[in-house]
């Protein structure tokens, strides 16, 4: 059995600081985990691949779905531009169009990252549970398109429930395409998505912190972090599978 990775999406440098210490193998940056998380700021992304751990940064520009106007691409697209510049290792980006991938922005979005490790975020949970793609279809079309790597539940709302699907593009992809199994993951799930194939595991590994006081326009006095304790709990769940440990990659 190879090595299963461990991914945490992190939204701040402080959680970014728990995720490393925590032994994740890698981690997903963005902001705005909410709405599904957006491009992070280029001071927070400096800060967190100074850590030493391999960083991808999320690529979203806007909250709503992932059908993108075409300032919207030049907007992605220089934040690769400026991403790459303040360290990261690759990028999670992803489009829809009204009726399937959108093919021609996801390739100018692998042109601007320069080489660099591209995954396909969770757009493709779109077609593969509510338009019922066909798993080793999108296979063959994400690799078309250049990406390296793609993020999903299965169409599912949690990976776990996901794990037929998530099976079926591990077989397809056959080790061309890298499997990351996100959504509502926790460290017990850790041995079904492994045994569907899944190359690593995403997830947030979020609990409240406070944010001391607030007042109108100061928004909640409380936000989403990364809790030690579920990190240690995932690194267990993977380290058990993997008694090396796992290896870190980009």
């Known amino acids: ?3 299963m990775l461990l991914e945490i999406a992190v939204q701040d440098a402080e959680g970014a ?4 210490e925590g032994g994740a193998d890698r981690l997903e940056l ?3 985990l909410d709405v599904g998380g957006l491009t992070p700021s280029v001071g927070v992304t400096e800060l967190v691949t100074a850590l030493g751990v391999p960083v991808r940064a999320l690529v979203r520009a806007r909250a709503g779905g992932f059908v993108h106007t075409a300032t919207e691409v030049s907007a992605m697209v220089r934040d690769i531009e400026a991403l790459l510049d303040a360290g990261v290792a690759g990028v999670v980006v992803g489009a829809l169009t009204e009726d399937g991938l959108d093919r021609s922005t996801l390739r100018t979005l692998v ?3 320069e080489g660099r490790p591209v995954v396909a975020h969770r757009c493709v949970d779109v077609l593969l549970g509510p338009w019922q793609a066909d798993p ?5 079309e994400l690799l078309d398109c ?3 790597g793609v993020l999903t539940s299965g169409g599912a709302p949690r990976a776990l429930e996901g794990v037929p699907v998530i099976e079926a593009l591990a077989a397809a992809a ?7 199994a996100g959504g509502g993951v926790r460290a017990e799930h850790v041995v079904a998505l492994v045994d569907a194939g899944a190359d690593a595991v995403h997830l947030s590994a979020g609990g409240p912190a406070s944010a001391g006081p607030s007042g109108p326009g100061g928004g909640a006095d409380v936000y989403t972090t990364t809790d030690p304790g579920l990190v240690a709990a995932a690194r267990s769940a993977v380290a058990e599978l993997s008694p090396s440990g796992g290896q870190r990659g980009a």
Not at 136 to 140: C, K, N
């Open 1 to 3: 059995m190879t090595a």
């Open 146 to 148: 250049g990406v390296s």
């Open 136 to 140: 080793a279809g999108l296979v063959e």
């Open 17 to 20: 600081r728990v995720a490393r």
């Open 174 to 180: 056959d080790g061309r395409l890298e499997i990351v």
């Open 30 to 32: 963005c902001q705005a």
């Open 111 to 113: 042109r601007a990252a």
